[in-house]
């Protein structure tokens, strides 16, 4: 009986200790001081290493047209293809295929269509994107390369804020870092002279499989008087199985011309 109670005891008092870790409130003073060198070292040790992704998400957008929610598949070879399917009530209506070198895109409610380069996405989220911005937005990763310079650190709102040394004569840039698991949790771009500014936060990460992945990310993006914001949760995540990427454009679609 006294084995059965000091089990308990002990039971009880790790159950509440864990609750006291995950609901402690990651303040300035309980963030100690890295180097900007330690803390990028950590984020690269925290990259992403799957070779593919195939997962479900749920997706709000408000921009130059306000679309109801809809769903969305993600199917993605690391540094070789992106395929994203879009429907609704389970109807499809649109698909999206991006490889390093162009960016292929049809809509079934105009009957549009795209292919060519990333004008098209740039255009959506209001700044300049490329095939690896784009496959570090859906893998929660910082957009630019951490380690391509040399940043400043300061402690904000209980994360690790990066901002380079050197300023980008064409657009400032800053990290906010998770001073646990040390991936990005929000970043911010901001082009001065085209007056835009684009923000993305990563709502935490779950770790499956013994990989780091987000549960999801929130775009914000301003280009003038125009703000983008693209809401994306993620479900049923999946890595390294069997994948296919079927697209067509379907005859008689109009494609968009870009300037």
Known sequence: MQKLIRSTIILVIVVLSLASCKSRKITDKSVDYLPAKTIVKKNHDARFARTSVKASMQIKYRGKDELPNINGSLRMVKDSIIWLNFSKLGFPIAKLIITPSDVKFYEKIGKTSFEGDFKLISSW?????????????????????????????????????????????????????????????????????????????????NKINESLFPKGFLITAKADDMTTIIDVNYK???????????FAIPAGYRNIELE
């Open 125 to 205: 989220l209001g700044t300049d994107f490329d095939f690896e911005k784009v496959q570090n937005l859906f893998l929660g990763e910082t957009l630019l390369n951490l380690e391509s310079q040399k940043h400043q650190v300061t402690i904000k709102d209980g994360k690790y804020e990066l901002l380079a040394k050197k300023r980008n004569p064409i657009f400032d840039i800053k990290y906010a870092i998770d001073p646990i698991h040390f991936k990005v949790v929000k970043e911010e771009i901001t082009h001065a002279q085209k007056n835009q500014n684009l923000s993305i936060l990563y709502r935490d990460f």
């Open 236 to 246: 049923n995540v999946q890595f390294d199985v069997p994948l296919k990427f079927p």
